[in-house]
């Protein structure tokens, strides 16, 4: 598996630097909606609730994905799709793929709906072992108390995104 950057890594950054505060940082993506990105989310749907050829068929599914990997792997690979590892822009559960997909209309375009990190689901982190602090396996760490004053800090941060493929 190959990671190119992981945005949640400065969410934990200013946990860190605020650990006690009650909410993360908004952050919210949305995608432009599409034919293939539909159906991406429509696989990732069809796979969640068991209904894909290759989970009936071993052969195909190693056919399909290689040998070694887990139907866990594939959910993993699939969390950008998979509703049940995201928030929706109110950080409440989002009940299905098509829910997920949207469209929304914005500004006369197509967009999916505004999905956010769950912090609280390891798949949602991408790193297996890391916990963004107050939240999984770092939930506790909120009593550490925090280290400048607010009106003391510039925090400036940024996003590259690009794809990897490998």
């Known amino acids: 598996m190959c990671y190119a950057g992981n945005a949640i890594l400065g969410y934990d950054t200013f946990k860190q630097v605020y650990p006690q505060a009650d909410q993360e ?3 919210g993506t949305r995608f432009r909606a599409n ?10 749907g069809d796979f969640l609730a068991n209904k894909t050829f290759v989970q009936s068929n071993q052969t195909a599914f190693v056919q399909a994905f290689g ?39 914005v500004k006369g375009d197509q967009f999916t709906t505004t999905v956010r990190y769950n912090f609280s689901d ?16 770092n939930k506790n760490e909120t009593s550490t108390p925090q280290p400048f004053q607010a009106q003391d800090m510039v925090m400036v941060s940024f ?3 690009h794809s990897v493929l490998c």
């Open 67 to 105: 040998q070694g990997t887990t139907s866990n792997d594939i959910i993993g690979l699939t969390a950008s799709f998979n509703f049940q590892h995201q928030l929706d822009i109110n950080n409440q559960a989002i009940g299905t793929s098509d829910a997920a997909f949207g469209p929304q209309t």
């Open 25 to 27: 940082p908004f952050g």
């Open 159 to 161: 996003t590259l995104t």
């Open 35 to 44: 034919d293939a990105l539909k159906s991406a989310y429509q696989l990732t």
């Open 122 to 137: 390891p798949i949602s982190t991408s790193y297996q072992g890391f916990s963004v602090i107050g939240f999984d396996q």
